[in-house]
């Protein structure tokens, strides 16, 4: 099958599926939906961690050779810090509430539209990202490209449910919602294509991109989902994370393993 064709099915894998499945999701029970969410949360950080340090960083790793590994790690440093400003410039929010300070301010009812719109651009921006990142990703190998695009649906859908949760809470239909998030998921398949055509003559750079898009990965695990996780600390429940943490670990590494046997 041709690349281009992996790319675009799985950057659509990773975009408008996810959207799919959130308004699936959305659909069931409050109480479920309430119960369910934290451990999809929990196995999106496994899986997230589990591409960037079993899949992403030893291939740029590999790619440079044995003498420029300090380049990888100041990229991914560098990644890291880019990645902080986006979010201090709330270009890259990852809300997984239907209250949430930065989107949807309690007392000001007024910017309920303004926290819509912002939503959708930066949902467009990120999603964007997500499709150079899976593009350059099938570049660089096609079993890479396949673990990284599961370790963007994975983390996409409770970001989708809690995008959806905001543009309702906004005043959006449900019809309309599903409709913006499926428009802003297309960028996705954008970023794919551009990867491909804007890349292909770039191959030096691929390890870079690599690194920055294991940044992306481990910023998203660290920094926006781990903490809400520590909001439960009963033992019981920190069991059920570490478990879903693992098990979205394991099915980066099974996959990882079995896609190069």
Not at 12 to 17: E, H, M, P, Q, Y
Not at 214 to 239: C, M, N, Q
Not at 248 to 255: A, D, E, K, Q, S
Request: aromatic share 8%.
């Amino acid at each position: 099958m041709p690349l281009l064709i992996w790319i675009l099915l799985f950057c659509l894998l990773g975009g408008v599926l996810s959207v799919v499945a959130a308004a699936v999701f959305l659909l069931l029970p409050e109480a479920l939906r309430t119960r369910l969410l934290p451990h999809a949360v929990s196995f999106a950080i496994g899986a997230l961690l589990g591409a960037a340090l079993l899949g992403l960083l030893p291939h740029a790793l590999e790619a440079v050779g044995g003498n420029d590994f300090h380049s990888i790690t100041g990229a991914v440093l560098l990644g890291l810090f880019g990645f902080f400003l986006l979010e201090k410039l709330v270009l890259w929010r990852h809300c997984h509430q239907e209250h949430c300070e930065v989107h949807v301010p309690e007392d000001h009812d007024h910017n309920q539209p303004a926290a819509a719109t912002l939503i959708l651009i930066g949902d467009g921006l990120h999603n964007f990202i997500d499709g150079v990142l899976i593009g350059a990703a099938f570049l660089t190998d096609i079993h890479l490209g396949v673990v990284t695009s599961l370790a963007v649906a994975a983390h996409e859908i409770p970001q989708e449910v809690g995008d959806f949760a905001v543009l309702l809470h906004s005043g959006f239909s449900t019809g309309r919602a599903f409709l913006f998030n499926v428009i802003a998921s297309l960028t996705t398949v954008i970023g794919g294509v551009l990867a491909y055509f804007g890349l292909m003559n770039l191959e030096p750079a691929l390890p870079y991109i690599l690194a920055i898009a294991a940044s992306s990965f481990i910023y998203i695990a660290v920094a926006d989902l781990i903490p809400g996780l520590h909001k439960r600390v009963e033992f019981s429940a920190t069991l059920k994370q570490i478990a879903l943490i693992g098990l979205g670990v394991g099915l980066i590494y099974v996959t990882h393993s079995t896609l190069h046997a």
